[in-house]
């Protein structure tokens, strides 16, 4: 989970420090509507590569999916420990 730690904090500084030329800068100007937008491509992508399209696909399409839901994340100011603490809170049960 370190990289993703690491991953989330050059999100979250692109959301607060914009660069011209950033994707993740377009995407937080482009607004949340596009943000989820991206969310729902990427999931369906997911589906498509399980389906048959092999293990690397699914690597590719499942990272895409998880960078778009980070950078939802940080649009929100929610924190991977959040989501972590939620996780464990879960498997305790």
Same mark, same amino acid.
């Given at each position: 989970? /370190?990289?993703?730690? /690491?991953?989330?904090?050059?999100?979250?500084?692109?959301?607060?420090?914009?660069?011209?030329?950033? %994707?993740?800068? %377009?995407?937080?100007? &482009?607004?949340?509507?596009?943000?989820?937008?991206?969310?729902?491509?990427?999931? !369906?992508?997911?589906?498509?590569?399980?389906?048959?399209?092999?293990?690397?696909?699914? !690597?590719?399409? !499942? &990272?895409?999916?998880? %960078?778009? !839901?980070?950078?939802?994340? &940080?649009?929100?100011?929610?924190?991977?420990?959040?989501?972590?603490?939620?996780?464990?809170?879960?498997?305790?049960?």
């Amino acid at each position: 989970m /370190q990289f993703l730690d /690491q991953l989330s904090k050059v999100i979250e500084d692109r959301r607060d420090n914009p660069r011209e030329g950033s %994707y993740t800068c %377009y995407l937080f100007a &482009s607004g949340e509507d596009e943000i989820l937008k991206k969310i729902g491509e990427e999931a !369906v992508e997911v589906i498509l590569a399980a389906k048959g399209q092999g293990h690397q696909r699914i !690597v590719e399409e !499942v &990272s895409d999916l998880l %960078y778009h !839901v980070l950078v939802l994340l &940080s649009l929100k100011r929610v924190n991977l420990d959040e989501i972590e603490e939620e996780l464990r809170r879960r498997h305790g049960k």
